[in-house]
């Protein structure tokens, strides 16, 4: 059969058929050693024999090598195209691109994130639908019997098998380096016999197991609810199908559902048997059972064979379940979780993840999903991200933590450095035995973790109220936190201050609340204070004070009363407000200034005395006009 002539014989792909499987049916017809048939047609790539076929081909014939292989078997380019799982691209996690993709994950289409453990098959597909080609050639190995997320045959209502039933080895197990089919080199064999090597056979040529997986008797009849979540996938998968679902209570294109799946199958399984009463049978749930104990025999295997290495004795969770049972459980226990509303799924990711969020984020789940190459839902993201929300500081060991949001509309510069009062009333509950002053400020630090990541120092510089030149002698920053989140938890559940939060985000999203620059405010009046002109027009518009004492009015009240204006225009804390009028003070003149705090409860609005009345009055005149004049500015 000279290469330069298309192949005397050929075949029309069955729909859903895969690459491999199309070379097995060919191989057989042609009576020629599938390496030999990918070699004339043109898959392998160049300079390598057929046997060295990778599997990123899976995904598709290369574009090098795509005319020759249309040509030779007599193919149109859509039927050729139709063999890959490039088609799922829109569908299926994007590392499913082409072979020739440079994009990240691209070469990696044989991982765990992509490809079941083993391929998987239905015996009575295998054996055809009847007709006189596939009576000879057999059915189709279809390409989604190699997705981990497709695990029964909705046709013959049975789960997929993937052992041989006479070897009882994987018919094609993935391993790294793996060719695209095992024993390429063995002719003769039909596409639905098992090619498990099982002696070198004459020369280079293997003899394979041989045995009939299309003559299986063993059938294990899939549950109608395994039947029914199979359907609801391969329509995900279908090029032609919705092109959005509800995950987590959000909308969610089939991409990101499939990682929402994964996510939680990960999780289902490295806390096992948490989740076991979600279940959808008990057969379902023994399946699991098995799997999660294989693993931590292998793992205890590994860690025999390397004392010492305590690493080895963590079994490999996100390493999908071979087993079409196995698979089709932990299916089953995600897509329950997600068709919940977010506030649901949630509350399940509680149940199953440590208490707490600092021990939830530096949990092997919670770490995993921060560096997931393949993002899940915005539904099932803002579901967890209360719950795994830790942030490290900036150069740390582990780096600074990135955001946790992506506001729109909103962003640090509209966050006050103290929670203004009525954000705090309409969001935010009473703590016992903390302060509501220590709410308002962990609460404005929070924002600003949310949307600039690092610690909370990063964000009380950002806020500036962490300069040295602020901070009060013993006085802690941002003293209460812990209190804060502690007093939450205990009180009202350990979520309470993260949903407050959480709803304020969705407040400040919304097009109808207006929005302030504070940051431009603050910047503004970085050493502002009211001039001696101004203060000294002010306050001869105050009435005189009953009786024989007059209030002080000296340099010590302008300071009192700039403190007060620039409050009211930062929506800052009277704590970390600057003081100009002291900093340019004598050292020896500023001890009794230090007692300004005392003063300025006199400003409360318990205290609604003539003078202090008069005063505030004049002072929010100035704070209004000074807050209108910076942000026509901006």
Excluded at 22 to 27: D, I
Excluded at 300 to 305: D, V
Excluded at 515 to 532: F, G, M
């Amino acid at each position: 059969m000279p290469a330069s002539r298309p192949l005397p014989r050929s075949l029309v792909p069955i729909p859903g058929e895969s690459l491999p499987g199309f070379l097995l049916r060919l191989s057989c017809r042609l009576n020629q050693p599938p390496a030999r048939v990918a070699e004339l047609t043109g898959p392998a790539p160049d300079g390598a024999s057929g046997t060295h076929i990778p599997v990123i081909l899976l995904a598709g014939i290369p574009e090098t090598g795509r005319s020759t292989f249309i040509r030779m078997t007599r193919l149109t380019g859509a039927q050729a195209a139709q063999l890959g799982m490039s088609t799922w691209q829109e569908r299926y996690p994007p590392v499913i691109a082409s072979p020739e993709s440079k994009a990240r994950g691209a070469r990696r289409l044989d991982g765990r994130l992509i490809l079941a453990p083993a391929t998987r098959y239905c015996p009575e597909c295998l054996a055809g639908d009847g007709s006189a080609i596939q009576e000879s050639f057999g059915g189709p190995w279809l390409k989604a019997w190699h997705l981990p997320v497709v695990f029964a045959c909705p046709v013959h209502k049975r789960l997929l098998e993937h052992l041989c039933p006479e070897c009882g080895q994987a018919v094609r197990g993935r391993r790294p380096g793996s060719a695209l089919l095992p024993a390429m080199l063995a002719a003769g064999l039909h596409p639905a016999q098992c090619r498990t090597q099982i002696a070198q056979g004459r020369g280079r040529h293997p003899a394979c197991c041989g045995a009939r997986l299309d003559r299986d008797s063993g059938c294990r009849p899939a549950s109608p609810g395994l039947i029914a979540l199979q359907d609801k996938i391969l329509g995900f998968l279908d090029p032609d199908g919705p092109a959005a679902m509800l995950s987590a209570g959000m909308p969610a294109p089939p991409a990101s559902y499939f990682s929402d799946l994964r996510a939680l199958a990960l999780l289902t399984c490295s806390t096992w048997p948490a989740a076991r009463h979600l279940s959808l049978d008990e057969d379902a749930a023994s399946a699991v059972d098995q799997h999660i104990d294989s693993l931590r025999k292998q793992a205890a295997a590994r860690h025999a064979g390397s004392p010492g290495d305590a690493s080895r004795t963590r079994p490999g969770f996100s390493f999908p379940p071979a087993d079409a049972a196995a698979s089709g459980g932990l299916a089953h226990i995600a897509d329950r979780i997600l068709a919940g509303s977010r506030d649901d799924v949630r509350e399940q990711l509680l149940l199953l993840l440590p208490f707490g969020t600092r021990n939830a984020g530096q949990s092997r789940w919670g770490l995993s999903m921060t560096r997931m190459a393949i993002p899940c839902s915005e539904g099932l993201q803002a579901a967890y991200a209360p719950v795994l929300r830790t942030f490290t500081k900036t150069g740390g060991p582990r780096g600074r933590r990135d955001a946790a949001l992506r506001p729109g509309r909103w962003g640090l510069k509209n966050i006050p450095a103290f929670l203004p009062e009525d954000w705090y009333s309409r969001h935010f509950m009473p703590i016992a035995g903390v302060s509501d002053r220590f709410i308002r400020r962990t609460a404005a630090l929070r924002l600003v973790q949310m949307v600039a990541g690092g610690s909370l120092s990063d964000a009380a510089q950002l806020l500036g109220i962490a300069s040295a030149g602020n901070a009060l002698p013993g006085y802690g920053i941002y003293a209460g936190a812990g209190h804060v989140h502690s007093g939450a938890r205990k009180q009202h559940g350990p979520l309470s201050f993260e949903n407050a939060l959480e709803a304020l985000t969705r407040e400040l999203d919304n097009p109808a609340t207006p929005l302030v620059n504070y940051q431009s405010r603050r910047q503004a009046l970085q050493t502002w204070c009211i001039d001696e002109d101004t203060w000294t027009g002010l306050t001869s518009r105050l009435p005189p004070a009953p009786g024989p004492q007059q209030p002080d009015l000296g340099d010590r009240k302008r300071q009192l009363a700039s403190i007060y204006v620039w409050v009211q225009v930062t929506s800052g804390e009277h704590l970390f407000a600057p003081r100009p009028i002291e900093a340019i003070m004598p050292p020896s003149l500023r001890t009794p200034w230090a007692q300004w705090t005392s003063a300025w409860k006199l400003l409360d609005p318990g205290h609604p005395g003539p003078h202090y009345t008069s005063l505030k009055a004049e002072l929010s005149t100035i704070a209004t006009s000074l807050a209108r004049t910076i942000d026509n500015r901006c």
